[in-house]
């Protein structure tokens, strides 16, 4: 079963930063395109950045690239996104995603975890 749980979400002020974690249990993270999404109150989850097996990293927005990082410690099975300069509007619930693909590939399963609140305020 695979499971994903983040953490080290929480209140920072504004220009301060957050590195949050993905633990990922019943898959290998060098198995899996491990991705980072958002969702604000009222508006759709939408993707950050991920990385793929072979460790590529690809940022979906270009306006975050120069502020958000992902990585990953394969012995510990762990993602990580680091999130540097934080602004109001990146308050939002973070989500972790796990997809998984076939040689074709076509992703064959697709696992979330449960988010990690950030809040950015004064």
């Known amino acids: 079963q695979v499971q994903l749980v983040e953490s080290g979400g929480g209140l920072v002020q504004p220009g301060g930063s957050l590195r949050l974690s993905c633990a990922v249990a019943g898959v290998s993270v060098k198995d899996a395109v491990m991705s980072w999404y958002r969702q604000a109150p009222e508006k759709e989850r939408e993707l950050i950045v991920y990385?793929?097996?072979?460790?590529?990293?690809?940022h979906y927005d270009n306006s975050e690239k120069d502020r958000f990082a992902v990585s990953r410690d394969d012995a510990k099975n762990l993602v990580y996104l680091q999130m540097n300069r934080l602004e109001p509007q990146d308050s939002a619930m973070y989500y972790c995603?796990?997809?998984?693909?076939?040689?074709?590939?076509?992703?064959?399963?697709?696992?979330w975890g449960q988010g990690t609140q950030v809040t950015v305020s004064p």
């Open positions: 995603n796990a997809a998984l693909y076939g040689p074709s590939g076509v992703m064959r399963n697709e696992y």
């Open positions: 990385i793929n097996e072979d460790g590529r990293t690809t």
